[in-house]
C-alpha cells in the first residue's frame, strides 16, 4: 500500500512540475496539460514498477557491486553511505 501512495504522490509532482516546465516554455495552457498528463502517466507507472523491482533486490548483493548499506542504529551512513567503496 506504501508503494501505491508513494507513487501517487510522485506522479501528483510529476504532472505539476511537467505541467510548469511547458507552460513556461511556450505559454499554452492545451500543449501544457497534453504533455503533463502524458509523459508523467507513463513515467509513474515505470517508477512503480522500478520501486518494486528495488523491492525485491537484497541489499546484501548491493555490497558485492562495493555499496554499504546504511547504518540505523546511529542514524548515520555506514562506512562509505550509498556510495561505491
Known amino acids: 500500500m ?9 506522479g501528483s509532482l510529476h504532472f ?4 510548469g516546465v511547458v507552460y513556461l516554455l511556450t505559454g499554452e495552457v492545451t500543449l501544457a496539460a497534453g504533455v503533463a498528463l502524458i509523459e508523467p ?11 518494486k523491482a528495488w523491492a525485491r ?3 546484501k548483493a548491493l555490497k558485492g557491486l562495493g555499496f554499504q548499506p546504511l547504518n ?10 550509498a556510495q561505491p567503496a
Open 16 to 19: 505539476s512540475v511537467g505541467f
Open 41 to 51: 502517466a507513463v513515467n509513474t507507472v515505470v517508477f512503480y514498477f522500478h520501486e
Open 72 to 81: 540505523h542504529d546511529r542514524g548515520q551512513r555506514g562506512q562509505g553511505g
Open 57 to 59: 533486490f537484497p541489499a
Open 2 to 10: 506504501r508503494d501505491l501512495v508513494k507513487t501517487m504522490t510522485y
